[in-house]
């Protein structure tokens, strides 16, 4: 049902594009670009809606209607199913093997850090 209606939902965005880009821009005369009517005719220089011009309104509220159903089934969806990667299941959390020490070589000496009191505060470098 959903592929079913976005290949739907493609193809008017498709046919709409060309639609639009088919039609002649309106007052495209020098009075057009400066807001002018450009022809005192009754419906202004084009005249009555052409069938493109009609064309263009229906493909425009198919297209809305397509967007919005396509949304409200996205949002019906569990929401593990939503996830981009698909199927992949969520990572599960290990715990870290715990590292062996190993004991220094023969002939050296391991020095550790010096340990501080917890309130001890370390005098800053200068």
Known sequence: MVGLLTAFHVLIAVVLILVVLLQSARGADIAGAFGGMGSQAAFGPRGTATFLSKATVVLAILF???SGSLAILANRTPAGARSVLGTQQPATQT????QETQAPPAGTTQTSPPTQAPNEQVPAPQ
């Open 64 to 66: 809305m209607l397509t």
């Open 95 to 98: 715990q870290p093997a715990p």
